[in-house]
């Protein structure tokens, strides 16, 4: 008989994050949700050099990490996200030479990807301030819950930069449309709860409250379901912004196709004949 392929070899390490240890933010993890949080609450969240590697380092090696099946970005306090810390970052950053000031922003963009490249859904739950690269860290969540105090800015044209920052003008006319784009990429203006709700950037508001809890249901919700199937869908929303139609058409064929060989595939037919719920594996 044939002995099983053990998956940490295919992964080429470790399949489980839920004994993560996280250094710079917190990470808890229920059943397969897992929460991280940005936790300075008394400097409203910043980023640091090291925060900003380890969440690259973390969402990219949960592409592997078949214990954790959704993820909940929140941020300690009442705010999500200041950005990247004003004297931990910005000032070093006027003494770096043009080839360490490319390697930073290199990782600042990789920490989209890693988000973007993860098979987890990723929802982001938001309150209060959102700026910046914490900003950022919201747009490239596949969900995003906020509140009516929720006040999200790019506000990188406010410090000199450009507003093409860790993908804005790639992602974000998607969310909100190119005209709202570029008025916040140029302004810099805080972008209100109830706008980014009518925009489109937030899926729903909820009472701040009940946002924690909310992004945590919704996780479960889907953690629950065909999570292989998930997976490939946040693919190919990535994925299909490059192609043409015959492409698209194509590549979802061959997609479900994948899904319809899953056994997951097979239970939500037997549990429909059977009229009851069925209870997806996520394989």
């Given at each position: 008989?044939?002995?099983?392929?053990?998956p940490q070899?295919?992964?080429?390490?470790?399949?489980t994050?839920?004994?993560?240890?996280?250094?710079?933010?917190?990470?808890?993890v229920?059943?397969?949700?897992?929460?991280?949080?940005?936790?300075?609450?008394?400097?409203?969240?910043p980023?640091?050099?090291?925060?900003?590697?380890?969440l690259r380092?973390l969402?990219a090696?949960?592409r592997?990490?078949t214990?954790?099946?959704?993820v909940?970005?929140t941020?300690?306090?009442?705010?999500?996200?200041?950005?990247?810390?004003?004297?931990e970052i910005?000032?070093?950053?006027?003494?770096?030479p043009?080839p360490e000031?490319?390697?930073?922003t290199r990782?600042?963009?990789?920490?989209?990807?890693?988000?973007?490249?993860c098979p987890?859904?990723?929802i982001?739950?938001v309150?209060g301030?959102?700026?910046g690269?914490?900003?950022m860290?919201?747009?490239a969540?596949?969900l995003?819950?906020?509140t009516?105090?929720?006040?999200t800015?790019?506000?990188?044209s406010r410090?000199?930069?450009?507003?093409?920052?860790?993908?804005?003008?790639?992602l974000?006319?998607?969310?909100?449309?190119?005209?709202r784009?570029?008025?916040l990429l140029?302004?810099?203006?805080?972008?209100?709860?109830?706008e980014?709700?009518?925009?489109?950037?937030f899926?729903?508001?909820v009472?701040p409250?009940?946002?924690?809890?909310?992004?945590?249901?919704?996780?479960?919700?889907l953690?629950?379901?065909?999570?292989?199937?998930h997976?490939l869908?946040?693919?190919?929303l990535h994925?299909?912004?490059?192609?043409?139609?015959?492409?698209?058409?194509?590549?979802?064929?061959?997609?479900q196709?994948?899904c319809?060989?899953?056994?997951?595939?097979?239970?939500?037919?037997?549990a429909?004949?059977?009229k009851?719920?069925?209870?997806?594996?996520g394989n």
């Amino acid at each position: 008989m044939t002995k099983p392929v053990d998956p940490q070899l295919l992964a080429g390490n470790t399949t489980t994050a839920a004994d993560y240890r996280a250094r710079h933010f917190l990470w808890q993890v229920d059943g397969a949700v897992a929460t991280l949080t940005l936790n300075r609450p008394e400097r409203k969240n910043p980023l640091t050099f090291a925060s900003y590697a380890e969440l690259r380092d973390l969402f990219a090696h949960l592409r592997f990490a078949t214990d954790i099946k959704a993820v909940v970005i929140t941020g300690a306090g009442e705010n999500f996200c200041s950005g990247g810390d004003v004297f931990e970052i910005i000032g070093p950053l006027i003494e770096l030479p043009m080839p360490e000031l490319l390697m930073f922003t290199r990782m600042t963009g990789d920490v989209v990807k890693a988000i973007k490249h993860c098979p987890q859904p990723v929802i982001a739950a938001v309150d209060g301030i959102c700026a910046g690269a914490g900003a950022m860290l919201a747009l490239a969540a596949d969900l995003r819950l906020g509140t009516t105090r929720s006040k999200t800015a790019f506000l990188f044209s406010r410090v000199g930069l450009a507003g093409c920052d860790m993908g804005a003008c790639n992602l974000l006319p998607r969310v909100i449309g190119q005209g709202r784009t570029t008025e916040l990429l140029l302004t810099g203006r805080a972008m209100s709860g109830e706008e980014g709700a009518n925009w489109g950037f937030f899926n729903r508001l909820v009472a701040p409250e009940r946002l924690l809890a909310d992004a945590q249901a919704l996780a479960r919700e889907l953690a629950s379901g065909p999570t292989f199937a998930h997976g490939l869908t946040k693919t190919m929303l990535h994925q299909e912004w490059t192609m043409g139609i015959d492409q698209a058409i194509e590549a979802e064929a061959q997609t479900q196709a994948l899904c319809m060989a899953t056994e997951d595939f097979r239970r939500a037919f037997e549990a429909f004949a059977a009229k009851r719920k069925p209870e997806f594996k996520g394989n």
